[in-house]
């Protein structure tokens, strides 16, 4: 059974300030994980993909994996408002087209 | 410009009617990807394909059905066998072979009336 987890929130968070949102996965055979960001009503955008142990940055956004703990979190530097959303992280097994497993979200807000 | 197309936008189905959704991609991607969101559910896996005329069951698969006749279209038929239509459904899509993520139309909101 393969299982995404993420505390559901809400995470509040300071303007500026940094947000951390984790994510465990059942799975030992998880290859590929990513964390996608969703607006209210709108659909999943990818912001961050990481297939390595170790630290992944682009821009603001950092991706964190550790394949022995079965954990990759997603760390928000300088959190603007714009922020404000609910992020998923999706976990994939090998490079097959059978799907991503999603968790059910973090809801995270940006306090001005 | 490239990307996935979904519609209708919002959609309204009568008790015991089926429907379909439509999802249309011109990124020539060879998976394509039904989920279907409900509050607090996360996404979950209705069906999926990764190459024409061929497709396989997710993990919530009773009540819908697909088909894949060409490359570019995956259309989503919510049968009346589905007794909770009611969800926001997002089709994707993504090369196969190596480990890439999903690009999402923007998704078509079914209620039930």
């Known amino acids: 059974q393969k299982e995404v987890e993420q505390n559901s929130g809400p995470l509040s968070v300071p303007e500026g300030a940094i947000a951390s949102l984790n994510c465990t996965y059942s799975?030992?055979?998880?290859?590929?994980f990513f964390w996608y960001r969703q607006y209210s009503g709108k659909s999943p955008e990818l912001i961050m993909f990481?297939?390595?142990?170790g630290d992944k940055e682009d821009g603001r956004f950092t991706a964190q994996l550790n394949k022995a703990s079965q954990y990759v979190s997603l760390l928000i530097r300088d959190s603007q408002p714009s922020d404000s959303a609910t992020y998923l992280c999706?976990?994939?097994?090998?490079?097959?087209?059978?799907?991503?497993?999603f968790g059910k979200g973090t809801h995270l807000i940006i306090q001005p | 410009d490239g990307g996935i197309t979904q519609s209708p936008k919002y959609l309204f189905r009568k008790e015991g009617q089926n429907v379909t959704l439509s999802c249309e991609q011109n990124?020539?991607?060879?998976?394509m990807y039904w989920y279907r969101q409900d509050p607090g559910q996360g996404l979950r896996l209705i069906y999926y394909?990764?190459?024409?005329?061929?497709?396989q069951k997710g993990d919530i698969a009773e009540g819908y059905s697909v088909s894949r006749e060409k490359k570019e279209s995956f259309p989503l038929t919510v049968t009346s066998a589905q007794k909770n239509p009611t969800a926001f459904y997002l089709c994707?899509?993504?090369?196969?072979?190596?480990?890439?993520?999903?690009?999402f139309g923007s998704g078509t909101r079914l209620t039930v009336v």
């Open positions: 994707a899509s993504s090369p196969t072979g190596t480990a890439f993520g999903y690009t």
């Open positions: 799975d030992r055979g998880s290859q590929s």
């Open positions: 990481i297939y390595s142990n």
């Open positions: 999706a976990v994939k097994i090998g490079g097959g087209a059978d799907g991503l497993t």
């Open positions: 990124l020539n991607h060879d998976a």
């Open positions: 394909s990764q190459i024409v005329n061929d497709f």
